[in-house]
């Protein structure tokens, strides 16, 4: 039986691999001290931002230096207590600027540096809250690659990178203790648990105790790697890929749909502009506070993977906290992924085929228990948290779960169902969760051996509507009674059943609401 793994780690040695990769292990010590030395006659702006009446020292700016030919982002650092910074800017024209999130952008200055020179730009920013402009068209619904044009898309996602931003220089900046309990929980088929949960807790010197793998590989790549004997490792999106420049270049954004678990809260969407097959790509949600703009969860799923792996809803949840000061950092996640296995099934006198089954799901969640800045608690979980925290984390992937884009059938006997969902006045109904059930039984086992069985296999497919109301069932199996059903399991609004014929390659069904 193969298994899944987990692309999840700790590198609290980070700056150690950036320095042995610019320099060599042998030559650290030397190059350490070129880099120390060309740093003191760089160029160099330093100040300090306040901000209210009477003005006071702002802690947690991001205060970024953009190239004023491209503006290209090409330094960042955040404000500490004291509304301090200091950051070097190269000889070329800039533009400084403050972020805080919720807030307008302040453009501090713009300045052109002669070598070795150093400059102070001290700021009082104003209130200018983000106005959260009405949503009265579909123009922010559409999928957007280049969201620069002040719209709300635009602005929210500004808000979220200056967190995410926050919580990458955060990390690399400040001595940090974290204490993190993980819990790791195998479930069956039937969500039921196997086993008792491992529970385990690890001290780790970071502000960073969740990344994935590296941003040019997840592009180049895509978010899950197979390998040899049904093994999978999946990636889950990080701070380091949502602010890199290259995401939007192969992922576009639009607003999400409202949550009613989290009415207070906004969602940008995040999906792949096109899609790349034999890529497993990845999209999600960034959920912020509605009023403050601060940035609460991540949520994320896969896209193009198999239909039977897709019934495990493989994906995971992403929580984001912050310490005074500023600092942010992930404080809570949860990863779901399916237990696989390579299958060989022979129906009838035809030849075996060879697929990829799921046989459970385990699910990793963890939380960050105590957290120490300078020797200093600056964030607890508080005594009364439970050791064992739920390990389903089904519910807020509901509305990612799709199964794999149709292609060419995995064999010449399977179809591909393609239909359109509307109520009773004809409008189509976009969204909305449509799932194709069915049993089949089939024969294993070699009639020469005598070990022939007969094993009855549960089987669902997913995906949802568009907003033309159109949808796709992948690989149905012929001569077996489908159940196609619209809507939440437990209040269905529409359903049919359906037998495919054996020659049959595509078929389509039309669903509409039933009248309450």
Known sequence: MGTTQVREHVDSRTAWHRARVMCGIVLFALCASMIG??????????????????????AGVLVTVSLARNDSTIARVTTNAGGAYRVQTGSAPVVVRALRIGQQPVELGRITLTTGERRELDAALPDRPVQMIAVTTTRDQQCRRDPVDGS???QLFEDARTALWLSRVAARSLSARTVVRRVEQSFDTKEQAVGEPQIREDTIRSLQPFRSAPVDTLLARGFRESLPGAVMIWSAPDAELLTDDRFLSAYCLRLADGSSDH?????????????????VQVHGVLWLDRRTHDLRRIVYGYRGVEPSVARATPGGVVEYAQVDGGSWFVSDWSLRMPI??????????????????????????AYVVAMHIDETLRFSAGEGRADVLSAGVV????????SAQCG?????????????????AGNPLAGVLVRARWTVTIRTGDEIMDNLEYVAFESEVFTHTGADGRFDLCELPPRVQIEVVAGPADAPIADATLRLRLQATAAHISLQTRAR
């Open 263 to 279: 009415p207070t809260e906004i969602g940008v969407a995040f999906e792949p502009a096109s899609e790349r097959k034999g890529v």
């Open 408 to 424: 060419a059938p995995a064999s010449d006997t399977l179809s591909t169902l393609s239909g359109d969902l509307r109520n009773g």
């Open 395 to 402: 519910s807020p992937l509901v509305d990612l779960r799709d």
């Open 152 to 154: 709300l898309v635009a």
């Open 340 to 365: 696989i296995a390579q299958v060989s099934r022979r129906v009838g006198n035809r030849p075996p085929v060879n697929f990829v089954t799921v046989h459970g799901v385990q699910t990793t969640s």
């Open 37 to 58: 030395a060309r740093a003191a006659v760089a160029q160099e702006v330093y100040g300090t931002v306040r901000s209210g009446t009477p003005p006071r020292a702002v």
